[in-house]
């Protein structure tokens, strides 16, 4: 089945550097991808719509310079935390959707653990 | 807007019962509703998910979920308990108009299974 490489899987920075977390579809072409933050024992909050070859469509109250996204190619999108802050700990994960002439499939990343000190 | 509420943080069962794991939607245009199921260090797979025809949906793994509009529910259950189905589900709401894209999670039930 279709599958959808999150990396890294966690990691650890501190206050005020720059984080890249990559989303890669490894079997399809997705020229949308999304990312999701989720807090401890709460839901996915959906931040943003990647769009392959355009600009990133954000929801309500996300901070798009705070939060960069790339989407260069087909199989890759990246998402940016620019200097981070504690209160950007966070589960993040991504999903990318495969266009198919018959059916339309979600398909997510693993998750990246974002630890901020 | 849409939104959904999953009954219970953690749900224990014996293994070989019955599971019964408990969503509620609230949407004011006809939805899609979606279970995932997330495994340890996994992401998410899509267990089932109902598009307004039959209202009982089968998934996979023997999971079945029924939408009942007059309750605005759309529980996930599975007649016998496995000890392999030990994980965090989600239920999620879309727009019919959006499809597949812009899903609204719940916040998520830890299912043990007990020997």
């Known amino acids: 089945g279709a599958v959808v490489s999150q990396h890294p899987s966690w990691v650890i920075c501190k206050s005020g550097t720059s984080v890249k977390i990559e989303c890669r579809s490894l079997?399809?072409?997705?020229?949308?991808m999304f990312w999701y933050r989720q807090f401890p024992k709460q839901s996915l909050m959906l931040m943003a719509t990647s769009n392959e070859g355009s600009k990133a469509t954000y929801e309500q109250g996300v901070e798009k310079d705070k939060f960069l996204i790339n989407h260069a190619s087909l199989t890759l999108s990246t998402l940016t935390v620019t200097s981070a802050h504690p209160e950007d700990s966070s589960f993040y994960i991504c999903s990318a959707r495969e266009d198919t002439a018959t059916n339309e499939k979600l398909f997510f990343g693993s998750g990246t653990q974002l630890s901020v000190l | 807007a849409q939104s959904v509420t999953q009954l219970g943080s953690h749900v224990s069962v014996s293994e070989g019962a019955l599971v019964l794991l408990r969503c509620n939607y609230s949407s004011s245009v006809p939805p899609y509703l979606f279970w995932y199921v997330q495994y340890p260090n996994q992401g998410l797979q899509l267990l089932l998910k109902y598009t307004s025809a039959a209202t009982l949906v089968k998934g996979i793994n023997g999971f079945e979920a029924e939408f009942k509009k007059s309750e605005t529910s759309f529980h996930l259950t599975k007649p016998s308990a496995h000890m392999s189905d030990a994980a965090e589900y989600f239920c999620?709401?879309?727009?019919?108009?959006?499809?597949?894209?812009?899903?609204?999670f719940g916040q998520g039930t830890r299912l043990t299974i007990n020997p």
């Open positions: 999620a709401v879309s727009d019919i108009g959006q499809g597949a894209q812009k899903l609204v």
């Open positions: 079997d399809f072409q997705a020229t949308t």
